[in-house]
């Protein structure tokens, strides 16, 4: 599976941008798979923003988010058009960072405390990079 972060950009305090992650190749199915966003800002590590579950998880959909972005970003899915998404809104200059898409193939083990670990995730996209201005 190849993914495509794109979306990123300029914007100013409180303002919103949509990320998008593109999944394209062969194997399985895109709704097997697991979605997150990460982000690492200069200097600093990367870090979980947000996870979206697998289709089909013995428990449904789940959503986990950062405590950092609850609230204000909003993680979703389109498995029609194999695209994953992050809209940010009230954007603040501390998440400023470059942006990654990653996902996971099912194996049954959607939890929180393993869909915030970026070694989880079985393919990574190439980053997108989000500068909030104050």
């Known amino acids: 599976v190849q993914l495509q972060a794109s979306g990123g950009g300029l914007v100013q305090t409180g303002g919103s941008l949509r990320l998008s992650c593109a999944a394209s190749?062969?194997?399985?199915?895109?709704?097997?798979?697991?979605v997150a966003w990460f982000r690492q800002a200069p200097g600093k590590e990367r870090e979980f923003v947000a996870g979206?579950?697998?289709?089909?998880?013995?428990?449904?959909?789940?959503?986990y988010y950062a405590d950092s972005v609850k609230g204000r970003f909003t993680i979703s899915r389109d498995n029609a058009k194999n695209t994953g998404y992050l809209q940010m809104n009230s954007l603040k200059p501390e998440d400023t960072a470059v942006y990654y898409c990653?996902?996971?193939?099912?194996?049954?083990?959607?939890?929180?405390?393993?869909?915030?670990?970026?070694?989880?995730?079985?393919?990574w996209g190439q980053g997108t990079l989000v500068t909030v201005s104050s």
């Open positions: 979206i579950s697998w289709s089909g998880n013995w428990s449904g959909t789940s959503i």
């Open positions: 190749g062969p194997g399985r199915t895109f709704s097997s798979h697991a």
């Open positions: 990653a996902a996971k193939l099912s194996d049954g083990t959607y939890y929180s405390s393993l869909t915030r670990r970026p070694e989880w995730y079985d393919y």
